[in-house]
Nanobody
């Protein structure tokens, strides 16, 4: 079983930046990647960014060039640096563990979620 604990998040004005962090613990098993999802009110949860143990990354089109995902495999952490934030980025952000491939596949390991609010 994998436990994921997020930190960071909060409120920021449009154009601002935030950094989210996630730490994994437990039996990692077949998990070879970590990712960040988000869910805005009334919308489906969507993949924001994913990173493999080897450092390969993928991003949602809506965040390319603004968000950067990084990880430390030895420490089992994954961070999401978010810049040029807009109100459309407002959501609960979730850390996730999964399998990296042509399509990122969640293994169902989720953090508790952290709120990001972008508002003037």
């Amino acid at each position: 079983q994998v436990q994921l604990v997020e930190s960071g998040g909060g409120s920021v004005q449009p154009g601002g930046s935030l950094r989210l962090s996630c730490t994994a613990s437990g039996t990692i098993g077949g998990m070879n990647a970590m990712a960040w999802y988000r869910q805005a009110p009334g919308k489906q949860r969507e993949l924001v960014a994913a990173i493999s143990n080897g450092g390969r990354t993928k991003y949602a089109d809506s965040v390319k060039g603004r968000f950067t995902i990084s990880s430390d495999y030895a420490k089992k952490t994954a961070d999401l640096e978010m810049t040029s934030l807009t109100p459309e980025d407002t959501a609960v952000y979730y850390c996730n563990g999964g399998i990296y491939g042509a399509v990122y596949r969640s293994l169902g390991y989720w953090g508790q979620g952290t709120q990001v609010t972008v508002s003037s």
